[in-house]
């Protein structure tokens, strides 16, 4: 797996050279949401649609 700091430099490499500094550090936030996600589903750490469904109704009240 590459370092932390050798995939922030491929994100940033990635983005179009117009890219502004938030649009920028909107890559790299999503790509930690995305790897924070696939780790908790790795780990077992998901809910079923019906429970999330469920929490959403008890929010809404």
């Known amino acids: 797996m590459a370092s932390v700091k050798s995939r922030l430099a491929e994100i940033i490499q990635e983005q179009p ?3 502004t500094y938030d649009e920028i550090l909107k890559e790299l936030a999503f790509d930690r949401m995305v790897e924070r996600g696939l780790a908790d589903a790795r780990g077992g750490n998901v809910i079923t649609h019906e429970e999330m ?3 959403i ?3 809404q009240r």
């Open 57 to 59: 109704r008890t929010w």
């Open 17 to 19: 050279e117009d890219a």
């Open 53 to 55: 469904a469920r929490r």
